[in-house]
């Protein structure tokens, strides 16, 4: 939820896990991007605090997150590939889509098959 609250408080910082690093200008509507990713990182943590629907707040946050680093952190990454800042960015981004798709997946029911 706090990584929320700094997308709507500093909107054109990084998208996903907020970092001093600006979201470049190549990404078109970057400001409602922003934004929509601060609402689904508030929304998520919400539900995952209250315990209501945590299977699915994961999976959703999860998706947002991988989807940034796959349209956002990778091409970074390409295009600065000598900055290890930028490695940087790119591993801290994806091991917090992992960690979010880890609780989902905890989350998930278990059937006397899967035990």
Known sequence: MFFGVEHFLHPTFA?????????PEWIPGRLLWAY????????????IVANKKTREAAIYLGIMISLLVLFVYLPLRIASRKDIVSLNYFSDTLAFSGAALALADARGERTAASS
Do not use: F, Q, R
């Open 36 to 47: 929509l990713a601060g609402a689904v990182l508030i929304a998520s943590g919400a539900c």
């Open 15 to 23: 998208l996903g896990v907020p970092l001093e690093k600006i979201t």
